[in-house]
């Protein structure tokens, strides 16, 4: 099983200011990951797909990179409703789809 | 406008059976990948099962041969059939649509509101 590894588990910042979150896998997933936004009492939110694409009706301050082990969230300058979980999730093959463990990204 | 509905959540004792329904509207579930991923009071996601439109069908380890992921194509709704429940079966579960493009699978984009299964005595 791939498992992926998020950090840093908690993110304290401020309105306006740059976000990155990291996700590593423990062997390649190529380009099959995706990021998603969860806030409390609420079912999670497709941000980004295949590493890289934003989701339908996503703004433009959420982006993705990477390939391989290595992917990044970037939120450019955070707005108010940023401030959530974010879970990472890759599904490199047919069989099996994981979850990293999430990051809480709280105002500072 | 694509909607899922689950249902079927409540108390269980262990050892205990409950069949979870999500009833879609929207969109086709047979034509879809359909995911079920549950999340423990307080923790992170799990994935448990998919069911593709083909019909192939794949679980996580921790609940491979307890559960059973199917679907009713003329009630356009998918179902979780959970046996031999266990305290960590507790959850919050949710169905999800995988997001196709071009014919490949890219993150689940939909999701139903979530159902609360306990299993306690």
């Known amino acids: 099983e791939i498992v992926l590894t998020q950090s840093p588990a908690t993110l304290s910042l401020s309105p306006g200011e740059r976000a990155t979150l990291s996700c590593r896998a423990s062997?390649?997933?190529?380009?099959?990951l995706a990021w998603y936004q969860q806030k409390p009492g609420q079912a999670p939110r497709l941000l980004i797909y295949d590493a890289s694409n934003r989701a339908t009706g996503i703004p433009a301050r959420f982006s993705g990179s990477g390939s391989g082990t290595d992917f990044t969230l970037t939120i450019s300058s955070l707005e108010p409703e940023d401030f959530a979980v974010y879970y990472c999730q890759q599904r490199s093959n047919w069989f099996s789809i994981t979850f990293g463990q999430g990051t809480r990204l709280e105002i500072k | 406008e694509v909607q899922l509905v689950e249902s079927g959540g409540g108390l269980v004792q262990p050892g205990g059976s409950l069949r979870l329904s999500c009833a879609a509207s929207g969109f086709t579930v047979s034509s879809n990948y359909m995911s079920w991923v549950r999340q423990a009071p307080g923790k992170g996601l799990e994935w448990v099962s998919v069911i593709y439109s083909g019909g192939s069908t794949y679980y996580a380890d921790s609940v491979k041969g307890r559960f059973t992921i199917s679907r009713d194509n003329s009630k356009n709704t998918l179902y979780l059939q959970m046996n031999s429940l266990r305290a960590e079966d507790t959850a919050v579960y949710y169905c999800?649509?995988?997001?196709?493009?071009?014919?490949?699978?890219?993150?689940?984009?939909?999701w139903g509101q979530g159902t609360l299964v306990t299993v306690s005595s």
């Open positions: 062997q390649s997933v190529s380009s099959y």
């Open positions: 999800a649509r995988e997001a196709l493009y071009s014919g490949s699978p890219g993150g689940f984009d939909y």
